[in-house]
């Protein structure tokens, strides 16, 4: 069965910490792995993807095919960075919809 | 990037009516678009996936006699809720995807629509 983990509800770091946020996922098959973002009082929006391997407002992530791992990274959080992320997976073929986590909301202190 | 949009974005409605919510690619044509709901403080669930010109494929426990879904162009799906009742009361998300893979995300999400049903 296709499931995404993300096992912490609430991540509070202060500004210039270091941010990881958690993801697990379980998928039978090759899946294809997003986070999305969600700031306050804003549609949900892509934040990067697995298979394009790039960094997004410093954010990275890294697919962990072993640990069937998606773990989302930042060296240096900022207080914009404040929001909702949701962790999701997909089948690479077809029209498949999202599976998504249930979220973990990130607070950056001042 | 793609836009999608939701009308209208928030609706209050008597116990037993219908609200139709509507989901339209602005930008892009979709073939496929989807249904979420999201409960406070939850994460996205899918109801169901709407595709053009065919009937929509419902997620397990949803009931498509309540959630009437259409998708009459490849730029408009609707999600009807039929006889709306209090715990229907959700913030309902639609999300479009590109089939020509010409853009870079794989689905678009609208703005959502809260439904408040008194």
Redesign the interface.
Known sequence: AQRVTQPEKLLSVFKGAPVELKCNYSYSGSP?L?W?VQYSR?????LL?HI?RESIKGFTADLNKGETSFHLKKPFAQEEDSAMY?CAL?SYSG?T???????TRLSVIA | GAVVSQHPSWVICKSGTSVKIECRSLDFQATTMFWYRQFPKQSLMLMATSNEGSKATYEQGVEKDKFLINHASLTLSTLTVTSAHPEDSSFYICSARDPSGRLQETQYFGPGTRLLVL
Do not use: A, D
Request: glycine share 10%.
């Open positions: 294809e997003f999305y804003q549609r949900l929006q892509l993807r394009s949701y997909s029209n919809p999202l599976v998504f986590g249930k979220g």
